[in-house]
């Protein structure tokens, strides 16, 4: 059973260019979690996803940032117009079921975007 | 009130020795506390975790303790081995949410 996928792994955009992060789950997993780490810090939550549908996206930057979970394929995290400060490390996790308490949540390697 | 404030941000042991890393929160609705270990390059991996109904967890090397009446929390690494240097981050969340509130991070350094 492979784990959280993501790619790709290091990702290097220009300002004003678009980022797209691609997450799979883990099989069985419906539930999705996008995080951020700056550098030295620890992870931010942005949004929460299950298929087709947001649950909560109060993390996320009102502007430029966008996340889906389509029936088919894996989640997508989307940054339009990148700047310098988008540069970190973007985590995906999944879980079988929502509900935080014993639900563990299983995370990727990570994408690391640097914008130059 | 969601924060939670891990201390400190470095670590030093020599091997053998004990590592401890604390957290504090604020929000006493939290009711579940994990700790994750990554490593450079890596993404976060869950190490053990507890629920406040407890005091204390041990999972091989591994302890948590937990005091709920100060609102805090903290990681017990036993006869601390080179291969535990990594970075630890106390998290915590509310049963029913999905929203983990990460510890800044702790860069544990083993010395051989």
């Known amino acids: 059973n492979a784990g959280v996928m993501q790619n790709p792994r290091h990702l290097v955009r220009r300002r004003g260019q678009e980022a797209r992060l691609r997450c799979s789950p883990m099989k069985g997993h419906s539930h999705v979690y996008w995080y951020r780490q700056l550098p030295e810090e620890g992870l931010k939550f942005m949004v929460y996803l299950q298929k087709e549908n947001i649950i909560d996206e109060s993390g996320m930057p009102k502007e430029r940032f966008s996340a889906e979970f389509p029936k088919e394929g894996p989640s997508i995290l989307r940054i339009q117009q990148v700047v310098r400060g988008d540069s970190a490390a973007y985590f995906c996790a999944s879980s079988p079921r929502g509900g935080g308490a014993d639900t563990e949540a299983f995370f990727g390697q990570g994408t690391r975007l640097t914008v130059v | 009130q969601q924060q939670v404030k891990q201390s400190p941000q470095s670590l030093i042991v020599q091997k053998g020795g004990i590592s401890i890393i604390n957290c504090a929160y604020e929000n006493t609705a939290f009711d579940y506390f994990p700790w994750y270990q990554q490593f450079p390059g890596k993404g976060p991996a869950l190490l053990i975790a507890?629920?406040?109904?407890?005091s204390e967890k041990k999972e091989g090397r591994f302890t948590i303790s937990f005091n709920k009446s100060a609102k805090q929390f903290s990681l017990h690494i036993m006869d601390s081995q080179p291969g535990d240097s990594a970075t630890y981050f106390c998290a915590a969340t509310t049963s029913g949410t999905y929203k983990y509130i990460f510890g800044t991070g702790t860069r544990l350094k083993v010395l051989a």
């Open positions: 507890i629920r406040p109904d407890v």
